[in-house]
């Protein structure tokens, strides 16, 4: 049985413009051990699947509509409060993409780093001290021991999201979610806190959902990939099925856009157009707007349905498009604007 197996999954925001539909319809299972990669544009429903995982869509106006999410053979989803308090922060953490809102501007690092393991674990308030400055020394913290005691204004953006990163280690969970972990940091940084995540992985068996828009992290760091985009699944399946023979349009126009596969002296390519406003309905694929491929019908009709190639390589089997020719042959910056409304623009 997975370690977490996420089906229908349905998350929205009841707004005074409408309702917005975050997160419609998204399935995936997850191993001990595994990463996943959730990879799409902004506004996607990355980062919204993942908090609805962990409880934490703010309820109004949020609200779960409906799916399951199995953990070790219990439904987050279905949880109550005192249940949910026992599994985040321990069994389920979560790096959040913006380390300025998630640090409590009042309090020392010291206090935030030991509180989950004061709160779920049977240690004396030094011995969680010695664990948080450990914590900080393995993401790179210099003079650990004496900068914990600090405050978050007194670190750098990327020295914050450090702090982040070993709050949501620090008590060795068996599911880490991690929002954008390494967008704050360098180059050479990102890499040592990928590498330290992989190590906790191979010691401790630590199940990873990573959400990130960078593909090359992806390609080098996930056992399976999802591909996101107006709250559905366009296609999932291994990194090397997903980057090596990508079925969806909006997949193949994703990698299109990785800087380093561009002609050298080119005009890099950009996707044309917005992503779909997902507070009106979506008729058929919500990438049709956007889409490179010749039109073989109407915007108007069924939802592309996920169809499995039978090595558990899924994709969105789009009927509105031709998408038999290699995307070389039909990618164009040239798109008029009027050919490139986001779906569910117009009335």
Do not use: W
């Amino acid at each position: 049985m997975p370690l977490l197996e996420v089906k229908d999954l349905k998350t929205s925001f009841y707004t005074r413009d409408g309702v917005v539909r975050a997160v419609d319809g998204v399935s995936f299972s997850l191993e001990k051990g595994e990463t996943l990669g959730i990879v799409g544009e902004s506004g996607s429903g990355k980062s919204v699947t993942c908090y609805s995982l962990m409880r934490l869509i703010p309820e109004p106006p949020g609200r779960i509509d409906g799916g399951t999410a199995m953990f070790d053979g219990q439904d987050l989803l279905q949880m109550n409060e005192a249940e949910l308090r026992k599994i985040r922060g321990r069994r389920v953490s979560m790096i959040f993409q913006d380390p300025m809102t998630s640090l409590n501007p009042y309090l020392r690092i010291s206090t935030q780093l030991i509180e989950p393991l004061r709160l779920h674990f049977d240690v004396d308030k030094k011995a969680a001290l010695n664990k948080a400055i450990a914590a900080l020394e393995e993401v790179g913290i210099p003079e650990a021991s004496s900068r914990i005691h600090s405050y978050p204004h007194e670190f750098s953006g990327g020295m914050r999201q450090r702090v982040m990163i070993a709050m949501a280690l620090i008590t060795e969970p068996d599911l880490l979610i991690a929002d954008e972990p390494t967008t704050a940091l360098d180059v050479t940084v990102q890499a040592q806190i990928l590498d330290i995540i992989k190590k906790r992985q191979e010691v401790l068996g630590t199940a990873v959902i990573l959400v990130t828009h960078d593909l090359g992290v992806v390609a080098g760091n996930c056992d399976k990939v999802n591909v996101m985009y107006g709250g559905r699944m366009m296609e999932s399946g291994t990194a090397e099925q997903v980057f090596y023979n990508a079925q969806h349009p909006y997949t193949r126009s994703l990698q299109k856009t990785i800087p380093s596969l561009q002609t050298k002296g080119a005009e890099l390519y950009t996707i044309p157009g917005l992503p779909p406003d997902v507070s009106k309905p979506i008729h058929g694929c919500a990438f049709y707007p956007r889409c490179p491929y010749p039109k073989t019908g109407a915007a108007e009709g069924d939802r592309p349905k996920l169809v499995d190639l039978g090595d558990g390589h899924c994709f969105a089997d789009c009927h509105f498009c031709d998408s038999s020719a290699p995307i070389e042959s039909v990618l164009t910056t040239d798109v008029p604007v009027e050919d490139i409304t986001p779906a569910g623009a117009a009335e």
